[in-house]
């Protein structure tokens, strides 16, 4: 669930006010009082809702022609692969191995506690190990090492996905997921942060708590739309006290505030349920609404039908009273349920970011969705067609749910949304924990938010997004250490001389020995960052790359590596991954190895950069176009004992690097000063 970001198109454009027919400018402060007493007809429980109006049934008949449709398709699809095949083979979905509830951890079988799925959204103790058996001795001091400096998290208990982030007033706001009570999912409102720069942050007041009965099981994701007239709307999915998904809107109370501390809920709500033929629980995240030329907003909500992932387009004058389009935005069947549904556009003929209404020459659009079957954010480039309201991949086979991904790590329910200030598309990420819950209960604390990254199209591919870190982040940088053409022999690791290595900003350039790389005819075609050993397997020409967090036994180390293949043909493959399996010597923490293949063109060199803070480390190869997020536990690379290396664990090739290296300030991430507030 989640999700939130801002659209200003720059023409005035009036709302109609259904209410009284009238143009009204400003029609949220015309809304009657959000404690006025609302009517309530409990949804029941398996019925779907009923009292559709004879205006909207064309559209619903359409809609279930699209659906039954893509449906049909996906059986035909499955039939087909029945039939030509006689064995079942399990499929290995690179960055993330298959697991079970339960999982043999050194003779103990930890069972996890699920969260969040009997309350109808995604399972938020994903961890490999939560609850029961024995649990490592964590002492105070590991704890506490754990908790990021200049990275996004609350003082205290659970945070999961971001919502609603925008730029107003001279501030930077940021929502997200939140539960007062405990370091674990649950009781969740609406928490709130401004920040002048995206990286200096400072707490303020919650926006939104459950006290309606449309949002009292709680006040779920998503997203803000900024309008012409300097209005803000907030459509949020709200879970009832029947635990049935609803879209909520929500206002701020007071737009001349900077701060936007407190907001109004439409007396109205909800302005949206779930239409028939959807779950009860399948339908939410709403996006930033998009306007188009025939003078209406567009917002889309995930869901889906059966296995089959979808969005649904609505149509609004007002944002009060809406219109179910015909068909879907898009499907794919077997891709499970659509999270934190975004969509947006992106410019193939520059290098700035565009609102989220722009359409037309020089520009794609970028479907993503956090798909709730695996834990992951998928995104595919395509053409929208605004007639049609449906979007197309540029190519079928990395569509939506099966192809790309945004971050091959530890990753989930991310939004953007334009920055008007910068003229840029800003991405925030969720990453939550690996550690067991019982552990995240004893700190106090439960999950981060990477640092915001800036969204732009490849042009140099023409087939991928580029991710990069905010430039605000370059400001907490202090001493740098340069390190020029140090080589690195095959099956050698080299010490790098930076101190205390716990936060680091790191950009490194390698180049493969050229005569190992042309004499070699065939090296590890079938290689898989997941399933081929991680950076202990070795092959002619990988891997090699850093070893971060680790101490001077390499006891414990987090490995960012290369590892690149040559075909028969002589083409090159070459993998981005990130090795966890020795990041600690605690039995209860997620270990994984994550990665995919990076496009990598004739004439550079690879590159990546590493942005390292306590227990997160985000990694960006060839100018971000694979990017890994890893959270790591080490009981002994801590504070002064961190370090970091080089290595080459090739068995064939030499490898030059040049890097470097910044220490970094912490971000001082503090309550709103209560004398400053306006």
């Known amino acids: 669930m989640s999700r939130c970001s801002a659209s200003k198109f720059e023409q005035s454009v009036p709302l109609i006010n259904h209410h009284n027919n009238m143009v009204d400018t400003n029609p949220f402060r015309t809304f009657p009082d959000l404690e006025a007493t609302s009517s309530y007809t409990p949804l029941p429980e398996e019925a779907e809702p009923t009292g559709i109006p004879a205006s909207r049934l064309k559209h619903l008949k359409s809609f279930f022609i699209t659906l039954c449709g893509i449906l049909f398709l996906g059986l035909l699809m499955v039939l087909i692969h029945d039939q030509g095949s006689t064995t079942t083979t399990p499929v290995v979905v690179e ?63 659970w945070m999961n996905d971001p919502n609603g982030p925008m730029f107003y007033k001279g501030w930077y706001h940021f929502f997200y997921q939140y539960n007062p009570d405990a370091a674990v999912w649950g009781n969740i409102v609406w928490a709130h942060a401004v920040s002048k720069d995206l990286i200096h942050w400072l707490y303020l007041p919650f926006a939104m708590v459950s006290d309606h009965w449309y949002d009292i099981n709680g006040v779920w994701s ?62 939410r995240d709403p996006t930033t609404a998009w306007y188009t030329p025939d003078r209406k907003w567009r917002v889309t ?11 649904l387009v609505y149509q609004t004058e007002d944002f009060t009273s809406y219109e179910l389009m015909d068909g879907v935005l898009h499907a794919v069947p077997g891709t499970g349920m659509w999270e934190c549904v975004d969509f947006y556009p992106v410019s193939t003929i520059g290098d700035t ?76 990420g969720w990453t939550g924990e690996t550690d067991s819950e019982a552990a995240d209960i004893e700190k106090g604390w ?16 023409g087939s991928n ?21 140090v080589e690195v022999g095959a099956g050698s690791v080299v010490p790098l001389d930076v101190g205390t290595a716990t936060q680091l900003d790191i ?26 050993g991680g950076a202990a397997g070795r092959g002619r020409l ?13 006891s414990e180390q987090t490995t960012v590596y290369f590892y690149i293949s040559k075909g028969i043909d002589g083409n090159l493959t070459t993998f981005f991954c990130s090795d966890e399996s020795r990041s600690s010597k605690a039995n209860d923490v997620g270990k994984q190895v994550y990665g995919n293949t990076v496009p990598v063109l004739n004439g550079e060199k690879l590159s990546m950069r590493l942005l390292v803070d306590h227990s997160i480390v985000e990694s960006f190869a060839q100018g971000g176009r694979t990017c890994i997020t890893s959270r790591v536990y080490p009981t002994e690379a801590i504070y002064g004992a961190a370090r970091l290396f080089l290595f080459n664990n090739a068995t064939g090739a030499s490898v030059i690097t040049s890097l470097k290296i910044w220490k970094m300030n912490s971000a001082f991430i503090h309550p709103f000063p209560n004398d400053q507030r306006i």
């Open 301 to 311: 909500i995930g869901s889906k039908v059966n296995t089959t992932g979808t969005s």
């Open 353 to 428: 970011g565009l609102d989220t209404s722009v359409i037309g020459a020089g520009v794609k659009h970028v479907l993503k969705a956090s798909l709730d079957d695996d834990k992951h954010d998928y995104y595919a480039l395509g053409t929208y067609d605004e007639e049609t309201e449906s979007w197309t991949p540029d190519n079928p086979a990395e569509d939506v749910g099966i192809g790309m991904r945004y971050d091959y790590g530890k990753y989930y329910a991310s939004k953007t949304f334009y920055d008007q200030n910068k003229g840029r598309r800003v991405l925030w």
């Open 222 to 283: 998503g997203s803000a739309t900024l309008l012409p007239d300097g209005n803000i709307v907030m459509l949020y999915t709200g879970s009832t006290n029947e635990s049935v998904q609803v879209q909520n809107l929500a206002y701020p109370a007071n737009l001349s505030d900077p701060l936007l501390i407190d907001w109004v809920k439409y007396s109205g709500n909800p302005v949206l349920v779930p239409p028939p033929g959807i779950g009860l629980k399948d339908y």
């Open 542 to 554: 990988g891997p090699f790359g850093l070893l971060v967090l680790a101490d001077e036994s390499l």
């Open 446 to 461: 439960a999950s981060v938010q990477t640092i915001p990254r800036v969204v732009l199209f490849d042009n140099k591919t």
């Open 507 to 532: 950009i490194a350039e390698f180049e493969i020995d050229e005569e190992a790389l042309e004499g070699t005819m065939e090296a590890d075609v079938g290689y898989n960052c997941s399933t081929s």
């Open 465 to 485: 997004l580029l991710q990069w870190p905010v430039e605000e982040v370059e400001s907490l940088r202090l001493t740098s250490k340069d390190f020029i053409n």
């Open 95 to 157: 960055g993330e191995r298959s697991l079970s509830s339960s999982t043999m951890i050194m003779g103990e079988n930890i069972k996890a506690v699920s969260r969040g799925v009997p309350e109808g959204v995604s399972e938020k103790s994903f961890r490999l190990f939560s609850g029961e058996g024995d649990s490592y001795p964590w002492t105070n001091a590991m704890l506490s090492w754990q908790r990021t400096s200049y990275h996004f998290q609350p003082q205290k208990n």
